[in-house]
């Protein structure tokens, strides 16, 4: 069984800066991809940014591109999201994900397509 803890969550204000990591307790290796979405209480949850595990390729999500990195640290079994220069709309539980299972490109951004997931935390970003 695959978990995934994440943390780095928490208060900041407005044009502050975050860093999100989330734990793997299986061989990160194995994985395909690790990614990061985000979701706001009666909205759907939203793609932030993916990483290919093995080629080391990322992708975002267009309301972050710019502003979010995303890294892996195979040693740790870790993935990380640093998040620079954020906006009250950042609010929300951000949540890991992992898969092991290659899908084209676009799928990266699809959370259907990622079976292991963390419990989420918290951003609140104020204003």
């Known amino acids: 069984q695959v978990q995934l803890v994440e943390s780095g969550g928490g208060l900041v204000q407005a044009g502050g800066s975050l860093r999100l990591s989330c734990a793997a307790s299986a061989r990160a290796g194995s994985f395909n991809a690790m990614g990061w979405f985000r979701q706001v209480p009666g909205k759907e949850r939203e793609f932030v940014s993916a990483?290919?595990?093995?080629?080391?390729?990322?992708y975002y999500g267009d309301s972050v591109k710019g502003r979010f990195t995303i890294s892996r640290e195979n040693a740790k079994n870790t993935v990380y999201l640093q998040m620079n220069s954020l906006k009250p709309e950042d609010t929300a539980v951000y949540y890991c994900a992992a898969r092991v299972q290659y899908y084209p490109g676009a799928y990266y951004s699809n959370d259907r397509t990622y079976p292991y997931w963390g419990q989420g935390t918290q951003v609140t970003v104020s204003s």
């Open positions: 990483i290919n595990w093995s080629a080391g390729s990322t």
